[in-house]
């Protein structure tokens, strides 16, 4: 079992990391996707790449769901909002892209093995040990169903989200459309603006220095790729809606 003191510590170095990281991948395009280009190494199957990526946090999570046997009704409804988005990233999500025949970094698979090991593990020990709360006392129950809520309609926006863009290719050499279905009339990336409202909703409710870690991470990957996704956009197609924002309706 991890002291206490030491895993705070981990967790706050682990956040300077991701501080640390934000300005350059504002500057460094992540290599996958519409973004992909050579120098980046050896490359696998886009589908392979994403499950192998992924898996580890599924895995790891039920472990420690396991291994603590904290079933009290807050850790249970947090581990299972955490497999749900899991199972859907890990066996649904790559088994219904369009990319047959794209490829993506191995390094960018290393780096999303080692950001979901870490992230898992925190995340897993964190609700492993957490305490049952008072859920009747009103502060708690407030902030439990308000990220819950948050949780709940950044999940529904992400999938809803990737299902239109993954629709809008007929074929895997279709290329890329402009969408203009559900949130995409106010911004270009909801399907990232909805992840960052799940785990901003799960840190809400877990209230740990681990789901918030976990936040951060999500707004330092997402936030610059969905300016860049932006940016492509914009220089993509001429007719591209204006008025339109990368990820922030009306804002950013
Ligand atoms: P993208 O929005 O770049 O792409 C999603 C899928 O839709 C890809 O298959 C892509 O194809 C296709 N696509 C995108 N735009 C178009 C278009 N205009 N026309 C046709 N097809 C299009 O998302 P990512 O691949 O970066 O991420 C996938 C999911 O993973 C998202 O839900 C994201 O929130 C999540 N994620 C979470 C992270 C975290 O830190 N928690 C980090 C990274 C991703 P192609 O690949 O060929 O571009």
Redesign the pocket.
Known sequence: MIDPKTFENLIIVWIIFALLLFPVLLFVK?P?????RKGWGPTIS?QTG?VIMEIPSLIILSYYFIFFHNYNAIATVLFLMWFIHYIN?TLV?PF????KG?KMPLLIIIF?IL?NLVNASFNGIAIGQMPDYKIFELNDSFRLILGFILFVFGMII??S??RI??S??KS?T??????RKGLFKWIS?P??F???LE?IGFAVMAWNLAALS?SI??I???LP?ALD?HKW?LQYFPDYPNERKAIIPYIL
């Open positions: 992540q996958y996707g519409r973004h992909m886009n994403w990233r999500f219904k892209i369009k990319t794209k999303g950001f992400n999938i989200s990737d863009l993954i809008l290719r895997s279709n290329g890329y459309q402009i969408p990336c399907n990232y909805g992840e960052i785990w976990f991470w999500t330092v990957n997402l790729r996704h956009y």
